[in-house]
């Protein structure tokens, strides 16, 4: 399933950190002490936003989103991932939250990679409340497009999420657009 897309990663990854090096590289040969402490910082926290993807215990999960930091780096999207769960606990079967993931990042990115789309910046927070692991991804309001596009296209999630108690919600405010994820969590035996 994502297999495919994964390998591109991997060979993605390795391009880029071969180039760093070369990058780190020239600069030392320039004697340009500061801008590699920049350079390695700015590199840095890019390499901290792709390991947040290994706190959450959902495989699915972390290869749709390590697929979506791809996408959307091919269209020069800026994704922000904050994980505070590491979505344990969810009645969702694994492949059932990574599909309802993948289609929705899908819609996102593929709506944020116009040329008119200015503000191309993409957050997306995994948490969980005492009913919920919760998946919720912030955008801007697009300027193109159909807002009932968004709408039908989480239809499909909605019918896999439906068998399972999940569902999606699709919120507008004048300072974009909110999609969330919501799985049930089992509940906790006491006792």
Same mark, same amino acid.
């Given at each position: 399933? $994502? #297999?495919?897309?994964?390998?591109?990663?991997?060979?993605?990854?390795?391009?880029?950190?071969?180039?760093?090096?070369?990058?780190?590289?020239? #600069?030392?040969?320039?004697?340009?002490?500061?801008?590699?402490?920049? $350079?390695?910082?700015?590199?840095?926290?890019?390499?901290?936003?792709?390991? *947040? @993807?290994?706190?959450?215990?959902?495989?699915?999960? @972390?290869?749709?989103?390590?697929?979506?930091?791809? &996408?959307?780096?091919?269209?020069?999207?800026?994704?922000?991932?904050?994980? &505070?769960?590491?979505?344990? +606990?969810? @009645?969702?079967?694994?492949?059932?939250?990574?599909?309802?993931?993948? $289609?929705? /990042?899908?819609?996102?990115?593929?709506?944020?990679?116009?040329?008119?789309?200015?503000? *191309?910046?993409?957050?997306?927070?995994?948490?969980?409340?005492?009913? +919920?692991?919760?998946?919720?991804? /912030?955008?801007?309001?697009?300027?193109?497009?159909?807002?009932?596009? #968004?709408?039908?296209? #989480?239809?499909?999630?909605?019918?896999? /999420?439906?068998? $399972?108690?999940?569902?999606?919600?699709?919120?507008?405010?004048? +300072?974009?657009?909110?999609?969330?994820?919501?799985?049930?969590?089992? *509940?906790?035996?006491?006792?």
């Amino acid at each position: 399933m $994502y #297999l495919e897309k994964l390998l591109k990663i991997i060979q993605a990854q390795r391009h880029d950190f071969l180039n760093h090096f070369q990058v780190i590289s020239g #600069l030392l040969q320039l004697n340009k002490i500061d801008r590699v402490r920049e $350079y390695i910082n700015q590199v840095s926290m890019e390499m901290a936003q792709l390991g *947040k @993807t290994a706190r959450l215990n959902v495989p699915e999960i @972390t290869a749709v989103l390590l697929n979506g930091f791809y &996408d959307a780096s091919m269209s020069q999207i800026e994704i922000e991932l904050t994980v &505070d769960s590491t979505f344990d +606990n969810c @009645t969702v079967p694994g492949p059932v939250m990574g599909d309802a993931l993948e $289609y929705s /990042l899908g819609i996102v990115i593929s709506a944020m990679s116009s040329h008119e789309v200015e503000d *191309k910046h993409l957050e997306v927070i995994i948490s969980e409340s005492e009913k +919920n692991c919760i998946c919720r991804l /912030l955008f801007p309001e697009l300027l193109t497009g159909d807002p009932e596009v #968004l709408e039908k296209g #989480l239809t499909a999630v909605s019918e896999l /999420l439906n068998p $399972y108690g999940g569902r999606v919600n699709l919120a507008m405010a004048d +300072n974009g657009v909110e999609i969330f994820l919501n799985f049930p969590r089992k *509940k906790l035996q006491s006792g």
